[in-house]
């Protein structure tokens, strides 16, 4: 009898199974992929009042917390996409993402995070994610602070590993960072210039430390001479000293979100380099003006690159978990 072909019928029809299942996952996958406003309509509806009011509470006490949050959210999905990679503590085994060089003694608000987690835990445990928390939060520290409020898409599950060498390889852009850098960060991350521009409007609110702009003050020459003075009075040109003395990235209205960040550009006052070079005889200078002069197209155009910023490669579906505690996986 001869030998039975790896084709046989049997086989073929095996085969045809197996390629109908592996679609259907496909399939499965790229729907589970997709985040939503409503995700937590049926299992946690009370979500969104409970990361308000941590939020509220937290900005009441310091408004800078505001612009803490949404940084969060920020360094968060630049490196390895918004799965809450960010908020991961070092152990004796594992190295996170808080002590790279563009988090250290940076980012901060983690424990307004583990209040929020805890206040979304006593109304719905197990069930929302540290990467949405950060999306949510990073919504209402924008609305409470007289910005725009939109319908957050959510979804995101949390990653179990962080990147410290991602996180310190440049993907999120230095203040030192010149237009083209910029530009090739965020295209690498699937947002435009536009995106770029629209999101640096972030800084109309929060504050930097003087190792960021003492260069800027001293050495550069696109600054306003009244501005660059009084910097130098709280950030001496000796590094090592005076270091972590804060500054205003808005000087004209830093707790309050609005447009006036591009009036500052206009004048020359941004505070760091990589604020003042998107006005600067170049390619974005239009828009700039633009989003100087017109309130509402800003907040469109935020809401619209913010949404598109937490849509960088979450995890859903079975991927990833939801993590009890933010600081580390289950």
Same mark, same amino acid.
């Given at each position: 009898m001869a030998a039975l072909s790896p084709f046989s019928s049997y086989s073929k029809a095996s085969i045809i199974v197996l390629i109908i299942c592996s679609l259907l996952m496909m399939f499965m996958g790229r *729907? *589970? $992929?997709? &985040? !939503? !406003? #409503?995700y937590y309509k049926k299992t946690c509806p009370k979500v969104f009042s409970a990361v308000e009011s941590v939020v509220k509470d937290a900005i009441q006490k310091e408004k800078r917390m505001g612009a803490s949050l949404l940084r969060l959210h920020f360094h968060d999905c630049f490196v390895q996409g918004c799965d809450g990679s960010v908020l991961l503590d070092d152990t004796s085994s594992f190295t996170g993402e808080k002590t790279a060089a563009p988090n250290n003694n940076s980012v901060r608000g983690f424990n307004v995070v583990d209040d929020i987690k805890s206040k979304v835990e006593s109304v719905c445990p197990g069930v929302v994610s540290c990467a949405d928390i950060l999306a949510i939060g990073a919504r209402d520290s924008i609305a409470l602070l007289g910005g725009p409020k939109w319908d957050v898409k959510l979804g995101r599950r949390d990653s179990k590993t962080a990147s410290f060498s991602v996180a310190n390889s440049g993907? @999120? =852009? =230095? =203040? !030192? *960072? /010149?237009l083209g850098n910029l530009i090739n960060r965020f295209q690498d991350r699937g947002l435009s210039t536009k995106d770029m521009v629209v999101l640096s409007g972030a800084h109309t609110i929060g504050q930097a430390r003087c190792t960021l702009y003492r260069n800027r003050i001293y050495n550069e020459t696109n600054i306003d001479a009244s501005l660059a003075r009084k910097r130098q009075r709280n950030c001496p040109r000796i590094s090592g000293s005076g270091d972590n /003395? &804060? $500054?205003p990235l808005d000087l004209k209205t830093p707790t309050f979100f609005d447009n006036s960040y591009y009036k500052n550009l206009i004048k020359k006052k941004g505070l760091l380099h990589s #604020?003042?070079?998107l006005y600067n005889g170049s390619s974005t200078d239009s828009l700039i003006k633009l989003y100087s002069k017109n309130p509402k197209a800003f907040n469109d155009d935020f809401v619209? $690159? @913010?949404i598109k910023m937490g849509d960088i490669s979450p995890l859903t579906g079975s991927n990833g978990e939801i993590r009890k505690n933010c600081r580390r996986i289950n």
């Amino acid at each position: 009898m001869a030998a039975l072909s790896p084709f046989s019928s049997y086989s073929k029809a095996s085969i045809i199974v197996l390629i109908i299942c592996s679609l259907l996952m496909m399939f499965m996958g790229r *729907s *589970s $992929a997709k &985040l !939503t !406003t #409503d995700y937590y309509k049926k299992t946690c509806p009370k979500v969104f009042s409970a990361v308000e009011s941590v939020v509220k509470d937290a900005i009441q006490k310091e408004k800078r917390m505001g612009a803490s949050l949404l940084r969060l959210h920020f360094h968060d999905c630049f490196v390895q996409g918004c799965d809450g990679s960010v908020l991961l503590d070092d152990t004796s085994s594992f190295t996170g993402e808080k002590t790279a060089a563009p988090n250290n003694n940076s980012v901060r608000g983690f424990n307004v995070v583990d209040d929020i987690k805890s206040k979304v835990e006593s109304v719905c445990p197990g069930v929302v994610s540290c990467a949405d928390i950060l999306a949510i939060g990073a919504r209402d520290s924008i609305a409470l602070l007289g910005g725009p409020k939109w319908d957050v898409k959510l979804g995101r599950r949390d990653s179990k590993t962080a990147s410290f060498s991602v996180a310190n390889s440049g993907v @999120i =852009p =230095p =203040p !030192t *960072s /010149n237009l083209g850098n910029l530009i090739n960060r965020f295209q690498d991350r699937g947002l435009s210039t536009k995106d770029m521009v629209v999101l640096s409007g972030a800084h109309t609110i929060g504050q930097a430390r003087c190792t960021l702009y003492r260069n800027r003050i001293y050495n550069e020459t696109n600054i306003d001479a009244s501005l660059a003075r009084k910097r130098q009075r709280n950030c001496p040109r000796i590094s090592g000293s005076g270091d972590n /003395n &804060l $500054a205003p990235l808005d000087l004209k209205t830093p707790t309050f979100f609005d447009n006036s960040y591009y009036k500052n550009l206009i004048k020359k006052k941004g505070l760091l380099h990589s #604020d003042q070079i998107l006005y600067n005889g170049s390619s974005t200078d239009s828009l700039i003006k633009l989003y100087s002069k017109n309130p509402k197209a800003f907040n469109d155009d935020f809401v619209t $690159a @913010i949404i598109k910023m937490g849509d960088i490669s979450p995890l859903t579906g079975s991927n990833g978990e939801i993590r009890k505690n933010c600081r580390r996986i289950n």
